[in-house]
């Protein structure tokens, strides 16, 4: 069975930044693709960021390129997302996600099977 928790949120001012890390537990981290998501109160959840197998393709929603990064560790089953330069808009609580069938990063939440718990982010102005 797949587990996903998630950490590293927090609050922060306007212009800070933070890392949320993400630890997998199961056989099928390191060989399937991961994504973050966020969403925010009263709206839907929202693509992040999303990284292939070996962490060679990454992609990211239009409004965090040159902000944040999206990184893993598949020695220690784990993802990551850099957060710099973070906005009041950023605010939101944060999802990990894997995919049992993909090893390219994928967009749709609809392409994950497993999810974490969340992590809050609030971005002060």
């Known amino acids: 069975q797949v587990q996903l928790v998630e950490s590293g949120g927090g609050l922060v001012q306007a212009g800070g930044s933070l890392r949320l890390s993400c630890a997998a537990s199961g056989r099928t981290f390191s060989t399937n693709a991961m994504g973050w998501f966020r969403q925010a109160p009263g709206k839907e959840r929202d693509f992040v960021a999303a990284i292939g197998w070996s962490g060679a393709s990454t992609i990211y929603t239009k409004s965090v390129v040159g902000r944040f990064t999206i990184s893993r560790d598949n020695a220690k089953n784990t993802v990551y997302l850099q957060m710099n330069n973070l906005k009041p808009e950023d605010t939101a609580v944060y999802y990990c996600?894997?995919?049992?069938?993909?090893?390219?990063?994928?967009?749709?939440?609809?392409?994950?099977?497993?999810w974490g718990q969340g992590t809050q982010v609030t971005v002060s102005s």
């Open positions: 996600a894997l995919t049992n069938q993909y090893q390219l990063p994928r967009q749709s939440a609809y392409d994950y099977n497993y």
